[in-house]
């Protein structure tokens, strides 16, 4: 594998805010040590005192544990290697919902043995807990290996076909192209400096590849989405998932640099959460905040593209692009 172009600057990452939630789930966590078992029906039973304190201590440690003190374990004793395909996304990404719904059910429990007439609000608990459980599910298939997959649609023009995988972070969407690609070769751009991916991906990028056999067949680039260092009708197609939703106000200048990439007939198979019931069950209220699939589409247009097929894949919309072809010089006449 080689390297197209040299390391950017480390930028502040969209997800930088995790410290954030760390911090709060650990405010939680002492308070669910110290205050709950003051209560005066947890005082009183054993097993009640006991396990306030126990489920306030996970949530305390997990919280602690996403934060900081993982990586300080770590320098302590290097962490194994994962055996199979590692996509990094930490334990604060994967487990923070079940926390979250721990928290919840705790919380539905103290209400409803300290003040049953509140029962409504202990409902409510357990209901945010199931929900958080059900974000938590989907989070965790994020990792899985059967979830390495693309939709089929009709992305490749030919067996030897150069594509861009844009934003390809640790390789799941690089390892599922190359599954299809044939004798084509890949491109795999990224900053690498996302937060939620240990050590930004690179590094566990490369191992994945390894572990796929598609080393020699993928050149990795590290560049900025809205300002890709290659000419214009470079590529034959491109791929993006879990990545274009993640651009804030630069989206419409992600697409236009797609669309400047790619040769006429090119296509660009993109995947991006969107509102919808599993982003609400992940996001909670912060999934209406996604970008609609309506606006995708529009600004898609604007950038120059018409939209050849969409549809769903892994809790994910995804819409295939493509860069239409001039329109051909009109027949002379005989």
């Known amino acids: 594998m080689s390297d197209a172009t040299g390391r950017l600057p480390r ?9 954030i939630l760390g911090v709060v789930g650990i405010a939680v966590g002492a308070a669910m040590m110290i205050l709950l078992p003051q209560l005066k029906v947890a005082s009183t039973s054993v097993l009640l005192f006991a396990g306030f304190h126990v489920l306030g201590a996970i949530v305390l440690l997990s919280s602690a544990w996403a934060v ?10 290097p962490a194994r290697p994962a055996k199979g395909y590692d996509f990094g996304w930490g334990s604060g990404w994967m487990n923070g919902l079940a926390i979250a719904a721990l928290v919840a059910l705790t ?46 649609v ?34 795999a751009v990224d900053r690498f400096d996302a937060g939620y991916i240990e050590d930004g991906g690179r590094a566990l990028l490369e191992r994945n590849l390894n572990l796929a056999g598609l080393s020699e067949k993928v050149t990795i680039a590290t560049a900025d989405l809205t300002e890709l260092p290659f000419p214009a009708g470079d590529f034959d197609a491109a791929v993006s998932t879990h990545v274009y939703d993640h651009l804030g106000a630069a989206k419409a200048k992600g697409l ?31 999934s209406l905040l996604l970008t609609s699939k309506t606006a995708w589409r529009r600004m898609a247009q604007q950038a120059g593209f018409t939209i050849a097929d969409e549809g ?3 809790h994910v919309w995804f819409v295939l692009l493509e860069k239409p072809s001039p329109a051909p010089p009109p027949a002379s006449p005989a």
Do not use: Y
């Open 11 to 19: 930028l502040r990452n969209a997800h930088s805010h995790m410290w």
């Open 107 to 152: 919380a539905a429990v103290a209400i409803e043995i300290q003040w049953r007439t509140l029962w409504p609000l202990a409902f409510c608990a357990v209901a945010l807990a199931v929900l958080c459980l059900t974000g938590a599910q989907i989070m965790r298939g994020f990792q899985r290996a059967d979830q390495v997959v693309l939709p089929m």
């Open 154 to 187: 009709d992305l490749l023009r030919g067996e030897g076909s150069r594509v861009l995988d844009a934003g390809c972070g640790s390789g799941r969407t690089t390892i599922a192209l190359g599954r299809v690609l044939g004798a084509g070769r890949i491109v």
């Open 68 to 77: 900081g003190l993982r990586r300080w374990a770590r320098r302590l004793a």
């Open 256 to 286: 236009q640099e797609i669309w400047r990439v790619l040769k006429p007939g090119g296509r660009f198979l993109m995947g991006v959460w969107t509102p919808g019931w599993s982003m609400f069950a992940v996001a909670n209220l912060f």
């Open 312 to 314: 769903q894949f892994n």
